[in-house]
């Protein structure tokens, strides 16, 4: 049974530059939340994915986007990157339910030069 | 607004002492507060979690209490080993949302032999 994978494990980009971040649930979760942490820092929640749309938003700006795919993965896309972008990003997969237990991927660490 | 904040931001103790970490929360409709432990370049791991109909919830060295009328909750570990060292965050379930999660800051915790 996969637990929650996250691709690529690291990626440095330079300002301006887009970035494609991939995830896929653990088996048998079909709701997909993706969160930025930055060092020192809790997660914070930029979105959630639930029968391929968009059904929930943090405080982010619209050059986060993401898509979820008939198979409940999930990609993050940020356009014009910022300096300001470099942290962890984390996907965590559940079910559909309020208050499903997430887990984790295991991240994946974008640094913006 | 969504609100958790979470003291200590760093907890030295001993082998074999006790640990507690507490939260507050802003939103008084959440009802479902996880607790999750993240090692140095890992992700975080779920270890522990309680919904609003009961007040502690124990498994083996660590138990979770909480307390709606004053918006609490807090973590404690006993009998602390060294490989409990690590960042710990509590969480809430921001009501009206399907699975979002607001996190605490965190707490290190490290445990010296």
């Known amino acids: 049974d996969a637990g929650v994978t996250q691709s690529p494990t690291h990626l440095i980009k330079t300002r301006g530059q887009q970035v494609t971040l991939r995830c896929s649930p653990k088996?048998?979760?079909?709701?997909v939340s993706w969160y930025q942490q930055a060092l020192g820092q809790g997660p914070q929640f930029i979105f959630q994915?639930?029968?391929?749309?968009?059904?929930q938003r943090g405080n982010f700006p619209d050059r986060f986007s993401g898509h979820q795919f008939p198979n409940y993965s999930s990609e993050l896309n940020v356009n014009a990157l910022l300096l300001g972008d470099s942290a962890l990003y984390l996907c965590?997969?559940?079910?559909?339910?309020?208050?499903?237990?997430?887990?984790f991927g295991p991240g994946t660490r974008l640094t913006v030069l | 607004g969504e609100n958790v904040e979470q003291h200590p931001s760093t907890l030295s103790v001993q082998e074999g002492d006790s640990a507690v970490i507490k939260c507050t929360y802003s939103?008084?409709?959440?009802?479902?507060f996880p607790w999750y432990k993240q090692e140095l370049g890992k992700r975080p791991q779920l270890i522990i979690d309680?919904?609003?109909?009961?007040g502690e919830k124990k498994d083996q060295r660590i138990a979770v209490t909480l307390n709606k009328t004053a918006k609490h909750f807090s973590l404690h570990i006993t009998e602390t080993q060294p490989e409990d060292s690590a960042v710990y965050f509590c969480?809430?379930?921001?009501?009206?949302?399907?699975?979002?999660?607001?996190f605490g800051a965190g707490t290190r915790l490290a445990v010296h032999p």
């Open positions: 965590a997969s559940s079910g559909q339910g309020m208050g499903d237990t997430q887990y």
């Open positions: 088996s048998g979760h079909d709701t």
């Open positions: 994915y639930y029968e391929e749309e968009e059904r």
């Open positions: 939103d008084s409709a959440s009802n479902y």
């Open positions: 309680i919904r609003s109909n009961v």
């Open positions: 969480a809430a379930l921001v009501s009206g949302g399907y699975n979002k999660l607001i």
